[in-house]
């Protein structure tokens, strides 16, 4: 089977690291699989292509945050992947991330259409069935249910700085992303999946397929960590995010800090300096690691990880300090509470800091009471990938059957 994987990054960032993953376990299995992605650059144990350069995504960057027009340029980058894409000549392809300024997805869409190849497209967020915005939760918005329009989000990711075109997003996207006859859809959670059946995407069978992680990586690890910021006799409370936007939940965490006694210390990785800046007491915050080896000590030393997130799908984040063995705390957003129960973690559904302050509480005194026995076994990424395998296979087979 010759797979061919569309995404926007390669090998890092979650999205990155699942496409190179299930490339990595396709090839032992016997498998030939090529991902072509358009932003950075790609680990060299993966076939790998490039879709355009550094100068296009910034040139699509910079029209988008005028126009509104995301997905409407890197036409030349398209059409010569395209080229590659034909010479390849896959048995089955499998879109993730199509945004990040790297395609022209009428030009896309069009081969995708013309080729047909069974296409399985796994949707990591709600940017494909809106017209604008990857995520609409914290808003409140669902035009997305009829027609988007006067998007409430212009000014967020994928940003536009002038125009708002999301009712014309809304409808292109939705005539050419139902243009695949062969398409089958998967999401990383059962919340996720419920979404995208409200959705013009509703009449394509949808399957779920939690994300996993490499238990070999992620596990308890010996640490100084606490010993190296003075937090031996504190209960350390973390919280790790790529970017702590506002939807995230920060200033929770700064409310929350507020009510600490000296017993506690909250630990935050992923700030900007000028977050760091702006903590108050009971906090430390950290900049934004790419050390593998570093993070996994910061989990393991944790005591409790907290996850105040407001709009979220199926956060790596949590799965990660479970498999390092500390319970979660987590706000009931999107498909958290897919991996938490009562022997690793805790749902605060009322979202206040007042119920992060009660979750914490009792969570200190279930571990005590050593009430708190983690399995990571769930978690891990080699029954993960193997799903994905199965549902490739299932799809190209079925594709044959048509």
Request: net charge negative.
């Amino acid at each position: 089977m010759k797979v061919l994987q569309i995404n926007s990054v390669c090998g890092y960032g979650s999205t990155g690291r699942i496409a190179a993953d299930l490339s990595r376990y396709l090839t032992q299995s016997g498998d030939d699989c090529l991902i072509a992605y358009g932003r950075g650059h790609a680990p060299g144990d993966v076939k790998s292509i490039r879709i355009g350069n550094d100068l296009a995504v910034n040139l699509h960057g910079v029209c988008s945050r005028i126009t509104d027009k995301h997905g409407f340029y890197s036409k030349r980058a398209t059409q010569r992947f395209i080229r590659s894409a034909r010479e390849y000549d896959p048995d089955i392809i499998h879109l993730h991330n199509l945004h990040g300024y790297y395609l022209h997805l009428p030009t896309l869409f069009e081969w995708l259409r013309e080729c047909g190849k069974p296409v399985v497209w796994t949707l990591h967020d709600c940017w494909a069935f809106t017209g604008h915005c990857s995520h609409f939760d914290f808003v409140g918005c669902d035009r997305w249910k009829t027609s988007c329009h006067d998007c409430p989000q212009k000014r967020e990711y994928p940003a536009s700085f002038l125009m708002d075109h999301s009712q014309s997003n809304f409808k292109e996207k939705k005539e050419w992303f139902t243009s695949i006859q062969k398409l089958r859809i998967i999401t990383p959670s059962d919340w996720l999946k419920d979404l995208v059946k409200q959705s013009f995407f509703k009449n394509y069978p949808i399957d779920t397929i939690h994300n996993g992680i490499d238990l070999n990586q992620f596990k308890p690890t010996d640490s100084n960590f606490r010993e190296k910021n003075h937090l031996t006799n504190k209960t350390m409370l973390l919280s790790v995010a790529n970017v702590w936007s506002p939807r995230k939940g920060l200033d929770y965490l700064l409310e929350l800090s507020q009510r600490l006694d000296d017993t506690f210390c909250i630990v935050v990785v992923g700030l900007t300096e000028q977050q760091c800046h702006s903590l108050s007491n009971h906090m430390l915050g950290i900049t934004r690691t790419d050390d593998l080896n570093e993070l996994i000590e910061i989990y393991s030393a944790a005591d409790i990880f907290l996850n105040p997130t407001l709009e979220d799908n199926y956060p790596t984040t949590n799965l990660e300090a479970i498999a390092c063995g500390t319970p979660v705390i987590t706000f009931d957003t999107g498909g958290c509470k897919e991996c938490i129960h009562d022997e690793n973690g805790m749902l605060v559904t009322d979202k206040t800091v007042d119920g992060l302050y009660r979750a914490i509480k009792a969570m200190r005194q279930k571990i005590h009471e050593g009430m708190i026995h983690i399995n990571p076994e769930p978690l891990s990424d080699k029954m993960f990938i193997e799903h994905y395998r199965c549902c490739l296979l299932y799809t190209s087979d079925a594709a044959d059957e048509l």
